[in-house]
């Protein structure tokens, strides 16, 4: 916390989100990474409103209105939490890093009715961030990063163990409750006489 608001003072950030991201060192060393006027990628607000209840954005807004605001006095621990929640880009690769072996087309609603999670777990994918259903899953390209994600899930769970069993058994199940994509129908050439 300290090297976070030590890296967030020394920019002069002040009445905005901020994002900050530190590597831990296995002797307790820390590297600061960065630090942005920014809120967290990804899934990181929504994942917070769903596991503390704090609407991050409303609250800044009502800030910078001049609105009284209720902020927490410090970090919020596991302790306070309600649940466990996690975002999950959705690639066309296995649990152990694998391609998958075939073409498979992206289908939310075949995902939620046939993959198993567990009791009180929700997934919910977000759309504007996903592609439509009936679009076939790009390859999967190490290099390329989100560029090759056919999805991007929000799961929430009762705790977070429950968040990465659920995310294990969804990321094993994609490759075989997908649609394959169908060959195309080969057109015959034209003949000219």
């Known amino acids: 916390m300290a090297l976070a608001r030590e890296a967030v003072d020394a920019l002069g950030l002040r009445d905005c989100g901020t994002h ?18 920014r809120f967290g990628g990804a ?13 991050l954005v409303g609250m800044l807004v009502d800030h910078l209105l001049g609105r009284p605001v ?21 690639l066309a690769v296995d649990g152990r890093g694998e391609a998958w072996r075939d073409r498979r087309v992206w289908d939310f609603p075949a995902v939620s009715a046939v993959v198993p999670l567990s009791r009180g777990s929700e997934l919910s994918v977000v759309a504007e961030s996903s592609l439509a259903d009936g679009s076939v899953v ?30 294990e058994t969804l990321v094993d199940a994609l490759p075989r409750v997908l649609p394959a994509v169908r060959p195309c129908a080969v057109q015959p050439e034209e003949v000219s006489v």
């Open 20 to 37: 900050t991201e530190i590597k831990l060192g296995a002797d307790g060393s820390m590297w600061l990474i960065e630090t942005a006027a």
């Open 43 to 55: 899934m990181t607000v929504p994942q917070i409103e769903e596991v503390f209840g704090l609407d």
């Open 70 to 90: 209720e902020w927490p006095e410090q970090a919020l621990t596991p302790a306070q939490a309600r649940g466990a929640a996690g975002s999950l880009v959705v």
């Open 138 to 167: 790009p390859v999967y390209d190490p290099a390329a990063g989100a560029n090759t994600m056919a999805a991007l899930c929000l799961l929430s769970a009762t705790d977070p163990r429950t968040v990465l069993r659920d995310f």
